[in-house]
T-cell receptor, first 112, second 111 residues
Framework: DAGITQSPRHKVTETGTPVTLRCHQT?????MYWYRQDPGHGLRLIHY???????DKGEVSDGYSVSRSKTEDFLLTLESATSSQTSVYFC???????????FGQGTRLTVV | QQPVQSPQAVILREGEDAVINCSSS?????VHWYRQKHGEAPVFLMI?????EQKGHDKISASFNEKKQQSSLYLTASQLSYSGTYFC????????????FGTGTKLQVIP
């Protein structure tokens, strides 16, 4: 299994507070992704990275920012958490194009 | 735009076959298939590139019709272990592996 670690695994936070989720990989994969998963919506791409300091927006990027200062770490920040951002967040990594993506175990975030 | 998957849910008895469809309104570069068991992370099944190729993995195979912008996942002689939610993911251009997933098809295999 690819070494992908998400932290924290569970978090409850209050509306309006900033939150940072971390994805750490030990595979030296070039590509990294943040998805959110909600019932009825499947997996939706928030942001992705195709190299250190190279990031781009996905389909649901409003209210989120990312940073990738090292190959192994991809951070997702909710600048001011809202209840609509309550979700399960998955990080994924990939080595090359047209190959499989490896998913982390997910972070369950609840905004109250 | 998210690809459209059908059916949304299906219940099978062990040994029965199923087909899950994935369609897009845009031209596709590739289609990716994943399976997710309850409470777990999605796991890769296969990737199909444009060209209409068909791939197989044990009793699970898939086809990709580039002209119709559709892919189908075929599960034959289903086993209890096939239960889970199946997602198709689509890429509209090559280069960055930016995959857009559908909303999923929940498959339940019963004895």
């Amino acid at each position: 299994d690819a070494g992908i670690t998400q932290s924290p695994r569970h978090k409850v936070t209050e509306t309006g507070t900033p939150v940072t989720l971390r994805c750490h990989q030990t595979e030296n994969h070039r590509y990294m992704y943040w998805y959110r998963q909600d019932p009825g919506h499947g997996l939706r791409l928030i942001h992705y990275s195709y190299g250190v300091k190279d990031t781009d927006k996905g389909e649901v990027s409003d209210g989120y920012s990312v940073s990738r200062s090292k190959t192994e770490d991809f951070l997702l920040t909710l600048e001011s958490a809202t209840s609509s951002q309550t979700s399960v967040y998955f990080c994924a990594t990939g080595d090359r194009v047209n190959t499989e993506a490896f998913f982390g175990q997910g972070t369950r975030l609840t905004v109250v | 735009q998210q690809p459209v998957q059908s059916p949304q849910a299906v219940i099978l008895r062990e040994g029965e076959d199923a087909v899950i469809n994935c369609s897009s309104s845009k031209a596709l570069y590739s289609v990716h298939w994943y399976r997710q068991k309850h409470g777990e992370a999605p796991v890769f099944l296969m990737i199909l590139l444009k060209g209409g190729e068909q791939k197989g993995h044990d009793k699970i195979s898939a086809s990709f019709n580039e002209k119709k912008q559709q892919s189908s996942l075929y599960l034959t002689a289903s086993q209890l272990s096939y239960s889970g939610t199946y997602f198709c993911g689509t890429e509209y251009s090559g280069g960055y592996q930016k995959v857009t997933f559908g909303t999923g098809t929940k498959l339940q295999v019963i004895p």
